[in-house]
T-cell receptor
Framework: SQQGEEDPQALSIQEGENATMNCSYK?????LQWYRQNSGRGLVHLILIRSNEREKHSGRLRVTLDTSKKSSSLLITASRAADTASYFCATVAGYSTLTFGKGTMLLVSP | GAVVSQHPSRVICKSGTSVKIECRSLDFQATTMFWYRQFPKQSLMLMATSNEGSKATYEQGVEKDKFLINHASLTLSTLTVTSAHPEDSSFYICSARRVGRADPYTDTQYFGPGTRLTVL
């Protein structure tokens, strides 16, 4: 069953702008991960943040985690057309498998 | 490193036939592989967890006799869709978890490129 809920469902921005996507979940987690999926392709792992971490950076990506609110955000700075894709958050609870959210479709226009 | 391949990438078949999809970890060993299904513009739904040398664990609502999973080696898992019907048309994605990662909190999965199944 799905645990994560991303918002917005779709986001359209211009190149150079920042894109922020949010994810909320329902149960306690060990870690939360963000993945990117280009249309009709597999998923690419972007970043993992553990439950005892609050913020993490990787290149142009910044992820925050608020376990008290059971939410996370993914910020992509200085977006590029190549960032156009669907972005999914996924949670891991205990030793269980990944549970994916519904995803945000990001469109970056040149 | 951590490359996962799937074959075929796309398959079209007639209703009633069986289709086998292979998932391979190319540069690492994976005791656990996962099979997901994704409908257009929707999220991934876990179908089953495939463990090397043992029976797969299916999620609720997934018919194990319909979706046969075999994980015969540390680098290969197969999903066979038996007697496929048009409603089985979907995008099937596998992922693999590395062997030897003892830290349970670093649970990264490596995903294959997916297989588009169309049943006519």
């Amino acid at each position: 069953s799905q645990q994560g809920e991303e918002d917005p469902q779709a986001l359209s921005i211009q190149e150079g702008e920042n894109a922020t996507m949010n994810c909320s979940y329902k149960t306690s987690i060990n870690n939360l991960q963000w993945y990117r999926q280009n249309s009709g392709r597999g998923l690419v792992h972007l970043i993992l943040i553990r439950s005892n971490e609050r913020e993490k950076h990787s290149g142009r990506l910044r992820v925050t985690l608020d376990t008290s609110k059971k939410s996370s955000s993914l910020l992509i700075t200085a977006s590029r057309a190549a960032d156009t894709a669907s972005y999914f958050c996924a949670t891991v609870a205990g030793y269980s498998t990944l549970t994916f959210g519904k995803g945000t479709m990001l469109l970056v226009s040149p | 490193g951590a490359v996962v391949s799937q074959h075929p990438s796309r398959v079209i078949c007639k209703s009633g036939t069986s289709v086998k999809i292979e998932c391979r970890s190319l540069d690492f060993q994976a005791t656990t592989m996962f099979w997901y299904r994704q409908f257009p513009k929707q999220s991934l739904m876990l179908m089953a967890t495939s463990n090397e040398g043992s029976k797969a664990t299916y999620e609720q609502g997934v018919e194990k006799d319909k979706f046969l999973i075999n994980h015969a080696s540390l680098t290969l898992s197969t999903l066979t869709v038996t007697s496929a019907h048009p409603e089985d048309s979907s995008f099937y994605i596998c992922s693999a978890r590395r062997v030897g990662r003892a830290d349970p909190y670093t649970d990264t999965q490596y995903f294959g490129p997916g297989t588009r199944l169309t049943v006519l």
